[in-house]
């Protein structure tokens, strides 16, 4: 079955960094764009950043530019987000999300079950 | 901030036939495809339409997309009970991605 498995989630102080984790499995990871994809309590999805199979084309939104770092290890069949300054409106719900493209800009298939981020003093 | 607007709810009885709009502008809708996503209450979104109008495997044939200049509808006919769920339209806006307001879908 075509999982995804995301990690690294908890109670965080403004300005300080968390890493998440997303282990994929079922499927050939190196075949895939992927993404970061969040949603604040109560609120809508919001796209955080993607980048393409051998990342190559990476992409943030405007919110997280400069703060956030996307990575990938196909070998290890793992995306990661490195969030730095973090504040308290980056409190949320992050997805991690397979595309069914190679190069980023198509559908999300695939979902996880999300990490909960806590930004709070 | 979603750059695609929604009505934030949408409701009909059940086998009734409900339709959802999106409205973009040129840089998102007018030129990029449509996808639609549905979000049951405490899971994570699933794909329901892709490239405006196309349906994943699995997805059943009540669900259809359109895409008409800078806004698209989802169309959900044959309304059941189960499809009680937050529904967000999503585009792409040259290298990132929109999504909708989001719609609430409830079966009376």
């Known amino acids: 079955e075509e999982q995804l498995a995301e990690s690294g989630g908890g109670l965080v102080q403004p300005g300080r960094s968390l890493r998440l984790s997303c282990a994929a499995s079922g499927f050939t990871f190196g075949d895939y764009a992927m993404h970061w994809v969040r949603q604040a309590p109560g609120k809508g999805l919001e796209w955080v950043s993607g980048?393409?199979?051998?990342?190559?084309?990476?992409g943030y939104a405007d919110s997280v530019k400069g703060r956030f770092t996307i990575s990938r290890d196909n070998a290890k069949n793992s995306l990661y987000l490195q969030m730095n300054s973090l504040r308290a409106e980056d409190t949320a719900l992050y997805y991690c999300?397979?595309?069914?493209?190679?190069?980023?800009?198509?559908?999300?298939?695939?979902w996880g079950q999300g990490t909960m981020v806590n930004v709070s003093s | 901030q979603s750059v695609l607007t929604q009505p934030p709810s949408a409701s009909g009885t059940p086998g009734q036939r409900v339709t959802i709009s999106c409205s973009g502008s040129?840089?998102?809708?007018?030129?990029?495809?449509v996808y639609w996503y549905q979000q049951l209450p405490g899971t994570a979104p699933k794909l329901l339409i892709y490239r405006s109008d196309q349906r994943p495997s699995g997805v059943p044939d009540r669900f259809s997309g359109s895409k008409s200049g800078t806004s698209a509808s989802l169309a959900i006919s044959g309304l059941r009970s189960e499809d009680e769920a937050e529904y967000y339209c999503a585009a792409w806006d040259d290298s990132l991605k929109v999504f909708g307001t989001g719609t609430k879908v409830t079966v009376l």
């Open positions: 040129s840089s998102n809708i007018g030129s990029n495809y």
């Open positions: 980048l393409s199979w051998n990342s190559d084309n990476i």
């Open positions: 999300a397979r595309d069914i493209s190679g190069w980023w800009k198509d559908a999300f298939d695939i």
